[in-house]
């Protein structure tokens, strides 16, 4: 099983923090241009994952224009696209309007690949900026874990493991802003289910590592983070492969890495 992430594409007005010139996506239409092809003619991936936050937001009308450009551009690849609601996507518009924009039912769904069965969470953002997974979703979380007899991959915006934040240029010292409030109940869910062999989330724009109970939880990189402070958009995307359920992460980009775990 192959599959490919790209996240926090951030099209729209660039994005300054603390000073400094953090989200470098002036040219990230050609950023996403490289990625498909890469993705058709070298890697092949089985399906592409957005894991949220496609736009910098600007106003509605611009908002719904740069999402509908993204989804319209990913149809060029030649497997299936699936989205995850990012903080950005969702403040100008409404959650409805979201998921029509994704073609999607729901922002929070199921689907089996493979021998796989994948769950995409949608965690909520409050008015105080904390995210949630709510009581309805938990519900089905916890039913979609029971009823399948595969093997579960999870993917989510904001963080679900515990995280040091030092040295992060967005959230140091303001985990309520990046990680999931209630990420405790959800990890109880998904750890006694002993079914999930990975976690992805982004929106924390760093590649980390961590680990639960033995299930490893994987923090993706902006594509367009002025990562370590180079004065250039990292064009992060990761490649997973897994082989008898274990897992390997490589980074790709102008930082590339490799995470491997087993399981």
Same mark, same amino acid.
């Given at each position: 099983?192959?599959?490919?992430?790209?996240?926090?594409?951030?099209?729209?007005?660039?994005?300054?923090?603390?000073?400094?010139?953090?989200?470098?996506?002036?040219?990230?239409?050609?950023?996403?241009?490289?990625?498909?092809?890469?993705?058709?003619?070298?890697?092949?991936?089985?399906?592409?994952?957005?894991?949220?936050?496609?736009?910098? @937001?600007?106003?509605?009308?611009?908002?719904?224009?740069?999402?509908? &450009?993204?989804?319209?551009?990913?149809?060029?690849?030649?497997?299936?696209?699936?989205?995850?609601?990012?903080?950005?996507?969702?403040?100008?518009?409404?959650?409805?309007?979201?998921?029509?924009?994704?073609?999607?039912?729901?922002? &929070? &769904?199921?689907?089996?690949?493979?021998?796989?069965?994948?769950?995409?969470?949608?965690?909520?953002?409050?008015?105080?900026?904390?995210?949630?997974?709510?009581?309805?979703?938990?519900?089905?979380?916890?039913?979609?874990?029971?009823?399948?007899?595969?093997?579960?991959?999870?993917?989510?915006?904001?963080?679900?493991?515990?995280?040091?934040?030092?040295?992060?240029?967005?959230?140091?010292?303001?985990?309520?802003?990046?990680?999931?409030?209630?990420?405790?109940?959800?990890?109880?869910?998904?750890?006694?289910?002993?079914?999930?062999?990975?976690?992805?989330?982004?929106?924390?724009?760093?590649?980390? @590592?961590?680990?639960?109970?033995?299930?490893? &939880?994987?923090?993706?990189?902006?594509?367009?983070?002025?990562?370590?402070?180079?004065?250039?958009?990292?064009?992060?995307?990761?490649?997973?492969?897994?082989?008898?359920?274990?897992?390997?992460?490589?980074?790709?980009?102008?930082?590339?890495?490799?995470?491997?775990?087993?399981?």
């Amino acid at each position: 099983m192959k599959f490919a992430i790209i996240t926090d594409i951030h099209l729209g007005p660039e994005g300054h923090h603390k000073g400094v010139l953090r989200k470098m996506n002036k040219d990230v239409k050609i950023y996403l241009d490289n990625f498909v092809k890469e993705m058709n003619n070298k890697i092949k991936p089985e399906f592409v994952v957005v894991l949220g936050d496609l736009i910098e @937001q600007d106003n509605k009308i611009k908002d719904k224009e740069h999402i509908n &450009y993204i989804v319209q551009l990913l149809k060029k690849l030649r497997c299936t696209v699936y989205y995850v609601a990012g903080n950005k996507d969702l403040k100008n518009i409404s959650e409805e309007e979201l998921s029509k924009l994704f073609h999607q039912k729901s922002l &929070y &769904y199921a689907f089996d690949s493979g021998r796989f069965h994948f769950i995409v969470l949608f965690s909520k953002v409050s008015e105080d900026r904390t995210s949630w997974v709510e009581g309805e979703q938990k519900i089905w979380l916890q039913k979609e874990l029971d009823t399948t007899n595969k093997k579960c991959v999870v993917f989510v915006h904001h963080g679900l493991a515990d995280q040091d934040l030092t040295g992060n240029p967005w959230f140091e010292g303001m985990p309520e802003n990046c990680l999931i409030a209630n990420r405790k109940d959800i990890r109880n869910i998904i750890s006694t289910s002993n079914k999930v062999i990975a976690v992805f989330n982004s929106h924390l724009h760093w590649d980390k @590592q961590h680990i639960h109970d033995g299930v490893p &939880y994987f923090s993706i990189q902006s594509l367009v983070e002025n990562e370590a402070d180079k004065g250039m958009a990292s064009e992060t995307h990761a490649v997973v492969n897994i082989v008898n359920d274990k897992v390997d992460v490589e980074v790709k980009g102008n930082h590339p890495k490799k995470i491997l775990t087993s399981i």
